[in-house]
């Protein structure tokens, strides 16, 4: 199952999201969900936020091929056909989207953007890190629904109730 993670810049809250769903999307060996993330406006150097990239290293988490990147990439005849869209920050939610191939599901989780905190690195580093947490519970609850009997409709409205979740 192919999931995109969408955020304006595609530089914090969107990777986080896409590096942990690759983490945890391995089920007995197998690559049972995928992540990918893009934004409408991505980081011009295409670098994800560097307190974004420590967290996922600090969890233990792969962060080689990251990139921000722009949605219309996965709006292409050739991009990966995505089953779920989530949007992962109120910009992004309230943004006209491209056209996805394949009607996917679609659902918002909404996270505050760890890059607005101030303080010390440390301080906005546990902030990257607060959030990975929050996303890695509702990914948890998303990877361990049951691969069968999980239609277009039941998935959108269950990655819908994982938003009230965490």
């Keep these: 199952m192919n999931v995109l ?3 304006t810049h595609n530089s914090a809250r969107s990777i986080l999201a896409e ?34 990239l420590r967290a996922l290293q600090d969890a233990g988490i792969a962060t080689e091929g990251l990139s921000s990147k722009s949605w ?8 990966p056909h995505m089953d779920l869209v989530i949007t992962v920050c109120d910009n992004a939610a309230g943004e006209v989207c491209p056209f996805w191939p394949g009607q996917p599901a679609t659902a918002h989780w909404g996270y505050p953007d760890p890059s607005n905190v101030t303080g ?3 301080e906005r580093l546990d902030a990257f890190k607060q959030t990975l947490l929050a996303i890695r519970r509702r990914l948890e609850l998303l990877i361990n629904l049951p691969a069968s ?5 039941r998935l959108q409205q269950a990655a819908r109730d994982l938003a009230q979740k965490g």
């Design 5 to 7: 993670f969408l955020c």
């Design 19 to 52: 590096a942990a769903l690759n983490h945890l999307g391995r089920v007995g060996g197998e690559q049972r969900f995928r992540g990918f993330s893009a934004g409408s406006s991505p980081r011009e150097n295409q670098q994800p936020n560097p307190l974004a």
């Design 72 to 79: 219309d990439v996965f709006a292409l005849p050739d991009a």
């Design 120 to 122: 010390s690195e440390e």
């Design 149 to 153: 009997g999980v239609d277009r409709l």
